[in-house]
Nanobody
């Protein structure tokens, strides 16, 4: 069983910054790839950024150069540094991980944290 708890969301003006955190417990954090997703009102959930267990990162085109994903395995925590925020970044942000093997696995989601960017 894995528990994921996001924090750090809020209201910020366009051009501002926020840092999201995702605290994980209940599993071997360092052995799991981790992801940030977001879901805006009326839209499908979309993948924002991925960090593998070896700390390789990947980003959606819409956030490249503005967002940075990182992890601190000693603290079982993942981060998303968001700079130069735009109104279109407004969404609920979720952290996600998959635990288990290639054939038997479980998907875990946090409860989400709201990010609102005003113009």
């Amino acid at each position: 069983q894995v528990q994921l708890v996001e924090s750090g969301g809020g209201l910020v003006q366009a051009g501002g910054s926020l840092r999201l955190s995702c605290a994980a417990s209940g599993s071997t954090f360092s052995g799991n790839d981790m992801r940030w997703y977001r879901q805006a009102p009326g839209k499908q959930r979309e993948l924002v950024a991925t960090i593998t267990r070896s700390s390789t990162t990947n980003y959606a085109d819409s956030v490249k150069g503005r967002f940075t994903i990182s992890r601190d395995n000693a603290k079982n925590t993942m981060f998303l540094q968001m700079n130069s925020l735009k109104p279109e970044d407004t969404a609920v942000y979720y952290c996600y991980t998959r635990a288990g093997s290639a054939t038997v696995y479980w998907d875990y989601w946090g409860q989400g944290t709201q990010v609102t960017v005003s113009s």
